[in-house]
């Protein structure tokens, strides 16, 4: 049974560094790997989706990275703003069949970046 | 339109009432989804819908009913539900059940029970 797990649970940061979440997973046979993001009750947004055969995604000031074979993946945050403030989701999506195909997520990182 | 819409955005309701979620997408998807998420924990999956055929039930109670009419649409309905079932409730679609694709998430309907 796939089982993601992400550490920290929780970041603060002053605003302006740059960051690293970071995100494990058990079953290295995956289809792909999303990060999330999520505000304070509010949905899901997209951030990033790597391909189990691609190594990193970037979209603007994030860059996903994806090392399947030791099952892991970083999301790199540059320049972080108070407007990231808010908490990110990892989740894969398995090969293996029933209902371990859908998506897995982790507990989530819930980051503050200060002012 | 990457767009999965849903509606209401907030609901209030007795332990006695009947009420109904909808979830709306146009992207040509089969597949559709109803997640849980209580606070401060990750979604769970509920139920997967594909080609408007229930697939995949995680053994959720049956006050909890699931509906695709069509395949841009699908409802969850609610009747006589428990306080402990208040929580965020997210409908997410993508192309097929299996493969690389990628979920859409709508914006979930908070949902309280009194």
């Known amino acids: 049974k796939q089982e993601v797990t992400q550490i920290p649970a929780a970041l603060s940061v002053p605003e302006g560094e740059n960051l690293v979440l970071n995100c494990s997973f058990t079953?290295?046979?995956?289809?792909?790997l999303q990060w999330f993001r999520q505000d304070p009750g509010k949905g899901l947004t997209s951030l990033l989706l790597?391909?189990?055969?691609?190594r990193e995604q970037t979209s603007g000031r994030l860059n996903a990275s994806l090392d399947k074979s030791s099952g892991r993946s970083t999301l790199y945050i540059a320049a972080s703003q108070p407007g990231d403030s808010a908490t990110y989701l990892c989740?894969?999506?398995?090969?293996?069949?029933?209902?371990?195909?859908?998506?897995?997520f982790g507990s989530g990182t819930q980051l503050t970046v200060l002012p | 339109d990457t767009e999965v819409t849903q509606t209401p955005k907030h609901l209030v309701m007795g332990m006695t009432n009947k009420k109904s979620l909808k979830c709306e997408q146009h992207?040509?998807?089969?597949?559709m989804y109803w997640y849980k998420q209580k606070a401060k924990k990750p979604p769970e999956l509920m139920f997967v819908?594909?080609?408007?055929?229930?697939?995949i039930n995680e053994s959720v109670p049956s006050r909890f009913s699931p509906e695709c009419p069509n395949s841009s649409l699908l409802n969850l309905h609610l009747h006589a539900l428990q306080p402990e079932d208040s929580a965020l409730y997210l409908c997410?679609?993508?192309?097929?059940?299996?493969?690389?694709?990628?979920?859409?998430f709508g914006p979930g309907t908070r949902l309280t029970v009194t």
């Open positions: 790597i391909q189990s055969s691609q």
């Open positions: 992207m040509g998807h089969r597949a």
């Open positions: 989740a894969v999506r398995s090969i293996t069949s029933g209902s371990a195909r859908q998506l897995t």
């Open positions: 079953d290295s046979a995956i289809y792909n």
């Open positions: 819908y594909s080609y408007e055929k229930l697939s």
């Open positions: 997410a679609s993508s192309q097929e059940t299996s493969g690389p694709y990628e979920q859409y």
